[in-house]
């Protein structure tokens, strides 16, 4: 089932609307909120999308002055798609609880897609600010090396990684009644990939990298369901979106166009 999205504002100001969905994480969402009052640019507005917690991020969210809101339906899907729609501002910038921006996150992502116009979104790496002493960003780039390298071969499109983009709130309203938000058994990042691409360019932009957690290597069950999770997505939008088809589609569209600007 895909809900119907909200209605985009009538207008959208300028500044980042930064989007973080939480679900029992209020002890990291604490140290998100105070990573972002740290930025050099700071971001317009803040928005929690509770999910069901059974701590308190309410009062977290409060004490930092973000705006709260709640989301019923479990996943996160259907909690990052409502902070989405509820952007005011020209940008959404995406958080996980556990994500640490750095003082220059903001100021970053607003440069990025400055800098690459023909862009709908930039996204960046992650690196461990938990891991053990020794190899910590070894296995971060194994990690998204891999995730980045895979799903641009499955996918045919550099493809969001949900704890640090950058997406242009417009470009979000007009994919926003396309993508799925239901379930737990999904990867909203690349679910939103998909449902972007290949009529919108995503950019890999490293000044974008955020600390992340190092937690999901900690117990293999929760690593594997990471992995299952992305065979699930990709499952349920092929054969119709597999990559040779979307490439297909991608490289048929240059070529109009260019055929057009030669006439």
């Not at 928005?47 to 989301?71: K, T």
């Not at 895979?150 to 926003?176: D, K, N, Y």
């Not at 239901?182 to 990939?193: P, R």
Request: charged share 20%; net charge positive.
């Amino acid at each position: 089932m895909t809900l119907s999205p909200l209605p985009p504002p009538l207008t959208l100001a300028p500044g980042v609307s930064v989007v973080i969905p939480v679900k029992d994480d209020a002890d990291a969402l604490e140290r998100c909120l105070a990573a972002l009052a740290r930025q050099t640019t700071p971001p317009a507005e803040v928005i929690v999308v509770d999910n069901g917690s059974g701590d308190d991020p309410g009062a977290v969210a409060r004490r930092w002055g973000a705006r709260l809101l709640y989301e019923g339906e479990p996943g996160i899907p259907a909690a990052a798609s409502k902070g989405y729609s509820a952007a005011r501002h020209a940008v959404v910038g995406r958080l996980d609880a556990d994500s640490l921006p750095p003082p220059g996150w903001v100021a970053a992502g607003l440069r990025a897609l400055a800098e690459h116009p023909e862009a709908a979104a930039v996204t960046g790496p992650g690196r461990f600010y938990d891991g053990p002493r020794h190899g910590s960003r070894l296995i971060a780039a194994v990690y998204l090396g891999a995730y980045f390298r895979s799903i641009r071969l499955a996918v045919g499109a550099v493809p969001l990684f949900g704890s640090t983009f950058f997406l242009r709130t417009a470009v979000w309203h007009e994919v926003a009644w396309s993508v799925h938000r239901w379930g737990t058994s999904l990867h909203d990042d690349l679910d939103l990939t998909i449902h972007l691409t290949p009529g919108h360019v995503i950019r890999l932009d490293r000044s974008v990298a955020v600390g992340i957690s190092f937690r999901p290597f900690t117990r293999w069950r929760t690593l594997g369901f990471r992995f299952y999770r992305g065979f699930v997505t990709l499952a349920l939008h092929w054969p119709a979106d597999s990559a040779l088809l979307r490439i297909r589609r991608r490289l048929h569209g240059r070529a109009r166009r260019l055929v057009a600007a030669l006439r």
